[in-house]
């Protein structure tokens, strides 16, 4: 059996040190690949429009243009772009919250073991889940910010899809939802896709976001 082509990653840090443990880490790893590194925001747009890698991870602050921008003209300037992951030392940074309304896949807290590393690479290489489920609802909490009225896509989910909605908050997968609800694993990716259509997002870390803004999430 052919083995599966590694997740190709690129790293964005602007500490030596940081890139050269980062690197480490994950080339351990027989199924990732660290093809690329940058030590500056703008260096790491280059870097990824060159190399196109399947994950970035993005230091949130460094120079010349932050992660949070970085990771804006990444997503705005290629067709497929890469998952991205913004690697932070405190998890309630604001910076963070930023980015993943910017449109990061989720967030590694810097102490992170290596353990934790390589399996957030590897689930947001799937991005069938989400990353930190409950991190992502506590930042959602302290950061959205508040909606006199609830978005027009709210009242356009069916019934079904607002389920989907809730079991993609959890984190659960695909195959976990397709258990839950009782369907086939390829009636919760249609549902999942009509999500992210109606909510006008990327993926699901921003359609969960945009849940909680909405108060949708926050409605029992």
């Not at 500056?40 to 010349?64: C, I, K, N, Q, Y």
């Not at 356009?156 to 607002?162: A, S, V």
């Not at 997968?173 to 390829?186: D, K």
């Amino acid at each position: 059996m052919t083995r599966p082509a590694p997740v190709r990653v690129v790293l964005a840090d602007d500490e030596r040190m940081v890139r050269t443990a980062l690197r480490a880490i994950l080339s351990a790893e027989p199924d990732l690949e660290v093809v690329g590194a940058a030590a500056t925001g703008a260096e790491a747009v280059s870097v990824v429009r060159d190399l196109r890698p399947d994950v970035v991870l993005m230091d949130v602050r460094m120079p010349e243009i932050d992660g949070i921008r970085a990771t804006e003209q990444i997503l705005a300037t290629l067709d497929e772009p890469p998952r991205i992951v913004v690697v932070t030392t405190f998890e309630n940074d604001s910076y963070v919250y930023d980015a993943l309304r910017a449109g990061a896949a989720g967030f590694l807290l810097k102490r992170a073991d290596a353990d934790a590393l390589v399996q957030a690479v590897r689930l947001v290489a799937r991005s069938d889940s989400l990353l930190f489920p409950a991190a992502v609802r506590t930042l959602a909490t302290e950061h959205a910010r508040a909606h006199p009225a609830p978005p027009a896509w709210v009242a356009k989910l069916t019934g079904r899809e607002r389920e989907v909605l809730r079991h993609m908050a959890d984190g659960q997968t695909n195959a976990e939802i397709a258990r839950r609800m009782e369907v086939g694993p390829a009636t919760v990716k249609s549902h999942v896709a009509a999500v992210l259509a109606k909510t006008g997002t990327r993926d699901r870390t921003q359609a969960v976001i945009a849940a909680y803004e909405a108060g949708f999430l926050n409605a029992g």
